[in-house]
């Protein structure tokens, strides 16, 4: 099976495939001050109690936005699953071009959503991904990684609200009864939610009228189904959307990994 896993900054999401078919997955925090060893343990309890054995594991796929986090699961790879891990990094085939000034600069999991968005839902396409931030990808009519729009996420416009101001609290992110609120729970719970809404209604009006009306918009992140609900303008909904990248990634460079290049 191929074990494939995506570092993000507040999140590690990774999962087993059989063939092209997505089996276990899960969801964990990101610890940045974790050892390999203390990874690769959670790891294996993870894998048996879905009933899976290290030995299952016969290739793994990483995509990393956390570079001191990406030796620490290379050495679990090889010390816990006895496997060499790819790495997308600029030397890695992932069928899709880059269009930005400085192709380096670009999120390894941008470009693995890019390539999963040509492959399974047709382009050209805008990707929002609901993570640490609010990211929109633009991949062209050719199939192309354009660039995209960074904004602060849902989580993170929460959190300052909180840090910054006296009498505000923490809040569930979650649909209040109304727009208007009728608290200061719900009042944050609106703005929250359906200013995030606004945002993505924006902007992929402004991506639709460069790429055409033909774009389709595809969302994945933790909170991608929340914010879905409230709009008419997300076609996909893939919570797993980076996943799926990575198996058709690996699937690109499986001939140059059997030869151990």
Request: proline share 6%; net charge negative; hydrophobic share 45%.
């Amino acid at each position: 099976m191929l074990l494939c896993i995506d570092i993000g900054n507040t999140n590690i999401t990774f999962g087993l495939y059989e063939g092209k078919t997505l089996g276990p997955r899960w969801r964990i925090r990101t610890v940045h001050d974790k050892m390999p060893d203390e990874y690769g343990i959670l790891m294996l309890q993870l894998f048996r109690h879905r009933n899976y054995g290290p030995e299952a594991v016969t290739g793994v796929a990483i995509a990393s936005v956390v570079p001191p986090l990406t030796p620490v699961f290379e050495a679990v790879c090889r010390e816990y699953l006895g496997q060499e891990p790819l790495v997308v990094d600029a030397g890695v085939r992932t069928g899709v071009r880059i269009r930005y000034d400085n192709p380096r600069e670009v999120g390894a999991d941008r470009v693995v959503d890019a390539a999963a968005v040509k492959a399974l839902y047709g382009v050209p396409a805008c990707v929002v991904d609901f993570g640490t931030a609010t990211t929109f990808d633009a991949v062209s009519a050719e199939g192309d990684y354009l660039g995209g729009a960074i904004a602060p996420g849902i989580g993170i416009a929460a959190e300052a609200l909180f840090a910054r101001t006296a009498k505000l609290p923490r809040v569930d992110i979650t649909r209040p009864p109304s727009v208007i609120g009728r608290n200061t729970v719900q009042s944050i719970q609106s703005g929250l939610l359906f200013g995030y809404v606004g945002l993505v209604e924006g902007m992929v009006a402004r991506f639709r009228a460069e790429l055409g009306p033909d774009m389709r918009v595809v969302a994945t992140g933790g909170l991608a189904e929340l914010i879905a609900r409230e709009t008419t303008v997300i076609d996909v909904v893939d919570p797993w959307l980076t996943l799926h990248g990575l198996r058709i990634i690996y699937e690109l460079n499986r001939e140059r990994l059997q030869w151990g290049e």
